[in-house]
């Protein structure tokens, strides 16, 4: 699991406490240096791997978040992604973690989700944005937004370990959602609060368009 400053903290928990619960699993917290990095809240999430000295995994996850950005033109974290990618079982995401792995040329043909600000962002890529909590698309598995990285977790735990395993950890987590208000998703919230969220991340999500068409144009990709 790729750990990098502005990293949404839920983006790695919700997933982690879902994949840290199957049987015999190993989690890696893995960043370019292996050093501590700050999540968009402030709060230190210790790595304990750099790019360097983490195992070759069975399956590599990236969380979305602020430091994003940065992320779809950081050269050795694309290069890094790549090359374990080649290797690895499964390659996934939750939330804007998506397009990282669309920078590094890995949704390329394929079905994926993000955070409903960024589908745009998805489409220099190559992918094919889906309006779905979870997507699976062969070894490629993308989680929509912050919460849904749960839902993305038992998913994984579902198709790793069967249902009644997924079950047991859905059930050890109490996962019963039952959401205050239905606002949740653009399809339900009132308009006016979904035009004030539009507005709020208006310039990030313009700012993420335009690198994924740089990213896509320095590869040929578009």
Known sequence: MLVFDGLTHLDLAG??????????????LVSQNGETVKSDLG??????HSFASATAPDLIFVGGGSGVNALMEHAETLAYLA?????AAWVTSVCTGALV???AGLLRGYRATTHWTAMEALVPFGARPVDQRVVIDRNRITGGGVTAGIEFGLEIVRLLHGSDAAQAAQLGMEYNPAPPFK???PRDAQPEI??????RTAAITAERIEIAKRVASSHGWS
């Not at 997933?15 to 890696?28: G, H, S, W």
């Not at 090359?83 to 290797?87: K, P």
């Open 83 to 87: 090359g374990t990618a080649d290797r």
């Open 101 to 103: 792995l669309g920078a």
């Open 43 to 48: 709060f230190a999430v210790p790595a304990t």
């Open 183 to 185: 606002s949740g998703s």
């Open 194 to 199: 979904v035009s004030r969220i539009r507005k």
């Open 15 to 28: 997933p982690m406490d879902a994949l840290a619960r199957m049987p015999d699993a190993k989690v890696e």
